[in-house]
């Protein structure tokens, strides 16, 4: 703004900053100090240990940096949002919080020696510090949270399945064109939706079928030896997957790890073929109800029917139920012809979850919609590491997942275990704002070191407390 006195202009004074002069010539400063929240973490639930045991034969003669302490490293610093290996320098040169850390060719070469049988060691590993974390939920609060559909808590677990695409500018090894038109890969991921957690991944071609019923099998299998024994058998387990996994080979396979004693289900999407568009145009008005919304409020313009009986579903286990849910599509919806014909658009799934025990459609439907979750765990987990790949080398890569999903593991045991408030259900990106790259000032005294946080900060106390919680946790034997 601007004032005129005798035909000369002066600007106002809107708030200036004071002026500073820049060097790089400090001391006892450093970034990213929340992130010794999620090492220390690391070490508390046992899976630094359990790395260190997984990779032991990987360090020989027992020098050098040790490989389990240089994957927790890694998968530290991708929680953190470091997206390439040589943003370990973040954590190596400040050793005064971090400690020693392996350079970034140490780092390539874990990576690159870490074979089949390494990679399947570091999942055992992933899944013995799970067992802790959870153990820990348990004894200091209530233990892992619910997931919620329609205003309600579901009962166990909820497993979901999806798949992404995730593009490479260069030739990588079993890179390939997409079914969208690009190029890259098509991992097949799973998340657990109570808490966010990555059960499970397996890097796959670009040009992996989507619908793949061997995937889906290995990646929910991968998935169940993740969840601690005390879970696994004797919780229900729902597994919901788009129509991908709607394949009977894999419908076929949820129901019978019911002989093995885990009680699973399956929740799942399933294609408009011409008799299911048949069965939609037969059903009377008055059979169709209305949807709920996830807070249990009825939806507005939308309506639920059970297909149950008008649909062949042969092949399918005994007791799959087919509902499908219509509603006035939004702005932008992309339908297909049968739903411009109808003015209305039609999304049906596949269910083997009972009538009896609250299992009418409209609570089916909501609980079925709630999979869309996945692709905000997706979405984050891009940025935590599988959003792009380090090298040329396909068995690196998929060391690289593994990684990243003790990543966001990581960041699921803070929300769960260290955090509060709307905190315990910030997605990584506010984690890293707010939490994990406060600056701080490291100083010494009593024979102690200290992580002075700014007390201007405006989430210092919660940072603070998330340390105190830290220190509480019960550690594992040995």
Not at 122 to 135: D, G, I, K, N, Y
Not at 147 to 155: D, I, N, Q, Y
Not at 451 to 470: D, G, K
């Amino acid at each position: 703004m601007s004032v005129q006195a005798e035909g000369t202009f002066y600007v106002q004074a809107i708030g200036l900053r004071p002026k500073v002069r820049v060097s790089a010539d400090g001391s006892g400063a450093v970034g990213h100090a929340g992130a010794r929240l999620l090492a220390d973490l690391a070490d508390a639930t046992g899976l630094t240990a359990a790395y260190s045991a997984a990779l032991r034969p990987l360090r020989p003669r027992g020098t050098g940096h040790d490989p389990g302490r240089v994957a927790t490293d890694l998968a530290v610093m991708l929680a953190d949002g470091g997206e390439a290996i040589a943003d370990l320098a973040v954590l190596r040169d400040q050793a005064g919080v971090f400690g020693p850390v392996a350079s970034t060719p140490t780092a390539w070469r874990l990576l690159a020696d870490t074979d089949e049988a390494a990679l399947a060691s570091l999942r055992a590993a992933r899944a013995t510090a799970r067992e802790v974390a959870w153990m820990q939920a348990a004894e200091t609060g209530e233990g892992i949270p619910a997931a919620r559909a329609g205003g309600r808590e579901l009962p166990g677990l909820v497993l979901d399945l999806d798949a992404t695409l995730v593009t490479c500018h260069s030739e990588k090894e079993q890179a390939a064109p997409t079914y969208k038109g690009g190029f890259g890969f098509h991992p097949l991921l799973c998340f657990l939706a109570n808490t966010g957690e990555a059960v499970s991944g397996r890097l796959r071609p670009g040009n992996s079928g989507a619908n793949t019923a061997a995937d889906h099998i290995a990646v929910l299998d991968q998935a169940l030896a993740q969840i601690p024994d005390a879970h696994r058998h004797g919780t229900d387990i729902l597994v919901r997957a788009d129509s991908a996994g709607s394949a009977k080979a894999f419908l076929t396979h949820v129901r019978d790890l019911r002989k093995r004693g885990i009680r699973t289900f399956f929740s799942v999407g399933y294609a408009i073929t011409e008799p299911v568009r048949r069965a939609i145009r037969a059903m009377p008005d008055r059979l169709w109800h209305p949807a709920l919304d996830q807070d249990g409020t009825l939806r507005d313009g939308a309506e639920v029917a059970e297909l149950t009986g008008m649909v062949d579903l042969d092949g399918c286990p005994t007791g799959t139920r087919i509902i499908v849910r219509r509603e006035r599509p939004h702005p932008g919806a992309q339908l297909s012809l049968f739903d411009q014909d109808e003015g209305l658009r039609h999304q049906v799934f596949l269910t083997d979850t009972p009538y009896s025990g609250g299992g009418s459609a409209q609570f089916l439907e909501v609980r079925h919609r709630g999979h869309a979750t996945v692709e905000d765990h997706i979405r984050c987990g891009k940025t935590t590491g599988f959003g792009r790949f380090p090298s040329r080398g396909f068995a690196v890569n998929a060391v690289w997942l593994e990684l990243s999903l003790a990543a966001i593991d990581l960041l699921a045991w803070t929300r769960v275990l260290l955090l509060d408030g709307e905190l315990a259900t910030a997605e990584p990106k506010k984690l890293r704002y707010r939490l994990l790259h406060v600056a701080a000032r490291l100083t010494r005294g009593g024979r102690h070191l200290r992580l002075r946080i700014s007390a201007t900060w405006p989430w210092r106390n919660e940072l603070v407390a998330a340390f105190h919680r830290l220190a509480a946790l019960p550690r594992p034997a040995g």
